[in-house]
């Protein structure tokens, strides 16, 4: 029997996510350009980091991958086979903190069709707790939303773009509200993405973080400065130019 070749037992298993590929987008309100001819793909299965001044587009830009905003160009999302699973997990939760809400209440809210104040529904009970256990969380179900801390609200959030399970993930700025032990939890979870073949479009400031974290970087202000391995990305020459920027008045 020939042996089996080391190389094909150690081959990559097809990615689960899609191909993004943004071709000439743009986005004007009013007479602000806030995206200028943005043009980038992001790899099936990797961990695609977004940098940037504040004010460069790029939330605008998710907000376009989500159909939230109107845009000029060419968006298309390339799926390995039937179109997936797309979660999305926000900067930040705004809401009453007075509130009688428990994490529970509102991962149901979040996760189910089924209204929250009847409770959790059986279908999405085990993957709600299986999500709430990744983040750490499974022991303050009960907890109000409220009296929770911030980095505890971003695990959370956290929880409920994991259900249902996707295939793409975007994330904007999951760690700037998350403690140590919160960025240890993210760090495991970007490990497990990439293993499993998610994709992920990831929006960071901590940029020690993407470039120990990210398979790809792509440095927008207003338009692409740069799109790169983090190695050739996040030189101190590409940054002063990336964060010396000005989007609003940059001419077009």
């Keep these: 029997m020939t042996p089996t070749d080391p190389a094909l037992s150690r081959a990559t298993p ?35 980091a977004l940098v940037g001044p504040n004010g460069g587009g790029k939330s605008s830009l998710i907000k376009t991958l989500l159909g939230q905003m109107p845009h000029q160009g060419r968006l298309t999302l390339q799926w390995p086979g039937e179109p997936g699973t797309i979660g999305y997990v926000p900067q930040a939760l705004e809401f009453d903190r007075g509130l009688p809400m428990t994490v529970d209440d509102f991962m149901a809210a979040m996760c189910q069709r089924r209204p929250a104040f009847l409770g959790l529904s059986r279908h999405y009970a085990g993957a709600i707790g299986d ?31 994991l259900i249902p399970a996707p295939q793409l993930l975007v994330l904007d700025e999951p760690m700037s509200a998350l403690d140590e032990a919160g960025i240890q939890v993210f760090e495991r979870l970007l490990g497990d993405w990439r293993a499993v073949g998610i994709t992920v479009l990831w929006i960071e400031h901590d940029l020690e973080a993407v470039g120990r974290l990210a398979d790809h970087v792509t440095g927008l202000s207003r338009r692409v400065l740069f799109d790169a391995p983090p190695q050739q990305a996040l030189t101190p020459e590409r940054l002063l130019t990336l964060f010396s920027t000005h989007p609003r008045s940059a001419a077009r």
Excluded: C, W, Y
Aim: net charge positive; aromatic share 4%; hydrophobic share 35%.
């Design 14 to 48: 097809v990615p689960l996510g899609p191909t993004l590929n943004f071709s000439e987008v743009n986005l004007t309100l009013g007479r602000t350009t806030i995206l200028d001819n943005v043009t980038f793909t992001v790899r099936p299965g990797s961990v695609h």
């Design 131 to 161: 999500a709430l256990e990744r983040v750490g969380m499974q022991d303050k179900r009960k907890r109000r939303m409220g009296a929770l801390s911030g980095g505890e609200r971003q695990r959370v959030l956290l929880a409920q773009g």
